[in-house]
């Protein structure tokens, strides 16, 4: 089914969410499997490709679910939208002195543009970027602390307890992370990185070895949906101003050098991860999460991009209009 079949129908105040949210993973169902799982990351390889969770947290408290939207993956790189809200409470507008705020254009581990720009990387949602961030949250730390800092706080923004770091995960990670390993030594070369090497990449594959079901990573990525707060604790997380910061770096950042295809077909703030989940964000309405292991050639979720982008066309949730 095309997308185009599914923008037909009343986008009005009472969206039927649920049925939406159904109809998606009908017309997505036969094409399980498609794309290919990260195999690069070991414990990533043995994942089963014929997978497929969506889940939609309105700010009202409505959540609407389908397929394997309760099955817990490696959220990988959606992490790094959670180490930089903390990067930036600790350090405020200092971090943007280590990172920047420009899409890449490159693949998420590339090395290229470091070499060229001394040490320091385009965004904080690149390998690279992420990594200068996971030393910033480590100040003032032991890696076992930082952590720790790191899975309190999801589990205080999804309001769930049980979220934990897969240690197999984390594991693989750190055996095979050579280009990892590589950036990190040369942003240390240029002088943008404050601690030893080997602890700031223990807290960088840890945090990307959190595993979360979407219905989880849904709730956690609720506050950028309400203006920085979670409408359903009543907890304020960040600011206004710097829940729509965060949502623009998503939206222009969020999947590498895929980014401004999905902004193109989803027009959605939304971060991905090679474990095959995609965090997006409808600011004032929704936060959603897709998980599909089969990645596209940019990294992302093949089946999880569709999903979004049928999403994004039956509600008229675009950031750019319906």
């Not at 770091?165 to 390993?181: C, H, M, Q, W």
């Not at 929704?286 to 992302?300: E, I, R, T, Y």
Request: with cysteine; charged share 20%; hydrophobic share 40%.
């Amino acid at each position: 089914m095309d997308v185009a079949d599914l923008v037909d129908g009343d986008r009005g105040t009472h969206l039927d969410l649920q049925g939406i949210v159904d109809e998606i993973y009908q017309a997505l169902t036969p094409r399980l499997g498609e794309g290919k799982v990260a195999d690069y990351i070991p414990q990533l390889a043995h994942v089963d490709p014929h997978k497929l969770g969506i889940a939609v947290v309105d700010v009202d408290g409505g959540v609407y679910k389908a397929g394997d939207c309760d099955e817990a993956f490696s959220i990988q790189s959606i992490s790094k939208v959670f180490t930089l809200t903390l990067a930036l409470g600790k350090h405020g507008e200092n971090v943007w002195k280590r990172v920047g705020r420009e899409p890449s254009g490159s693949a998420f581990n590339s090395i290229v543009q470091l070499e060229h720009e001394e040490g320091k990387p385009r965004n904080p949602f690149i390998n690279a970027g992420a990594i200068a961030v996971s030393d910033l949250v480590l100040a003032g730390h032991t890696p076992r602390e930082a952590i720790g800092e790191i899975v309190r706080f999801v589990q205080y923004l999804a309001d769930d307890e049980q979220i934990a770091i897969d240690p197999a995960v984390a594991k693989s990670e750190l055996a095979t992370g050579y280009r990892n390993f590589a950036l990190a030594n040369f942003m240390r070369g240029f002088g943008k990185l404050d601690h030893p090497v080997d602890h700031v990449l223990g807290v960088y594959f840890h945090h990307c070895a959190l595993a979360m079901t979407c219905a989880q990573l849904a709730h956690s990525g609720l506050f950028l949906a309400a203006a920085g707060r979670n409408p359903l604790t009543g907890h304020t997380v960040v600011s206004r101003q710097r829940a729509r910061r965060i949502n623009a770096l998503m939206l222009t950042c969020g999947h590498y050098d895929g980014s401004g295809d999905f902004a193109y077909r989803v027009g959605l703030p939304g971060k991905s991860g090679v474990g095959g989940g995609i965090l997006a964000v409808a600011p004032g309405k929704a936060s959603m999460a897709v998980w599909s292991p089969g990645l596209n050639h940019n990294g992302n979720s093949l089946l999880g991009s569709l999903a979004l982008e049928m999403l994004a066309h039956r509600t008229g949730w675009s950031v750019f209009g319906p």
